[in-house]
């Protein structure tokens, strides 16, 4: 069965960093790509970048970038996302979902999503 | 920025279609997306290239793309499609190209 597996619910304080994981089942890990998602509590979707498991080639979204970190595992199918210096708007559920290609397609649809991790920043 | 504008809440009837629109800059040179995200949980692909179905997504579920506005329709609606439904496309007017989300509709089945 193809899905994606995330690791479990976080709580950090402001500044620390976070790193949440990302286990594809089911399918070849290195012919698609995955993004990064979250979703701030009784908000809408925001996307954080993407990474392609074969190349490690990566965008991040202009919110993010030099916040936020993406890397991917092969050995273990696994992807990860780190965000550092953590406010308490940075509290969201933070998805992974899987790109039809495995390099970057800007029509590309997110096709298989993770259960989400909820991650709470606060003192 | 580029804006995806949906209605906050759509309300309609067991059996009745419901239309959620999403309004963008030029759809013409963009596949729009669709997902469906029950509360609680994760969202799922129903709707994407437009009009296109993932495998195990009924029918009733279409999309549809007119050049500024993108239209997802649910027929003969169920009580069990009460959710949050989300579009999507990708803004590459920039040399960084990025994912946006539209505000997200709430479904009501009434």
């Known amino acids: 069965q193809v899905q994606l597996v995330q690791s479990g619910a976080e709580v950090k304080k402001p500044g620390a960093s976070v790193k949440v994981s990302c286990r594809a089942f089911?399918?070849?890990?290195?012919?698609?790509?995955i993004s990064w998602v979250r979703q701030a509590p009784g908000q809408g979707l925001e996307w954080m970048g993407w990474?392609?498991?074969?190349?490690?080639?990566?965008k991040y979204g202009q919110k993010f970038r030099g916040r936020v970190t993406m890397i991917t595992d092969t050995s273990t199918t696994t992807a990860y996302m780190e965000v550092r210096s953590l406010r308490s708007d940075d509290t969201a559920v933070y998805y992974c979902?899987?790109?039809?290609?495995?390099?970057?397609?800007?029509?590309?649809?997110?096709?298989?999503w993770g259960q989400g991790t909820m991650v709470t920043v606060s003192s | 920025s580029y804006v995806l504008t949906q209605p906050p809440s759509v309300s309609v009837a067991p059996g009745q279609t419901a239309r959620i629109t999403c309004g963008g800059n030029?759809?013409?040179?963009?596949?729009v997306h669709w997902y469906q995200q029950r509360p609680g949980q994760a969202p799922v692909l129903v709707v994407y290239?437009?009009?296109d179905r993932p495998s195990g997504i009924p029918e009733r579920f279409s999309g549809s793309n007119s050049g500024n506005t993108a239209t997802l329709t649910i027929t003969w609606v169920e009580a069990g499609d009460e959710a949050d439904y989300y579009c999507?496309?990708?803004?590459?007017?920039?040399?960084?190209?990025?994912?946006?989300f539209g505000g997200g509709t709430k479904l009501t089945v009434l």
């Open positions: 999507q496309v990708w803004d590459i007017s920039s040399d960084h190209p990025s994912v946006v």
């Open positions: 979902a899987r790109t039809p290609n495995v390099e970057l397609v800007t029509d590309d649809c997110f096709d298989i």
């Open positions: 990474i392609s498991p074969y190349s490690g080639n990566t």
């Open positions: 290239d437009d009009h």
């Open positions: 030029n759809f013409r040179s963009e596949s």
């Open positions: 089911g399918y070849d890990f290195t012919t698609y790509g």
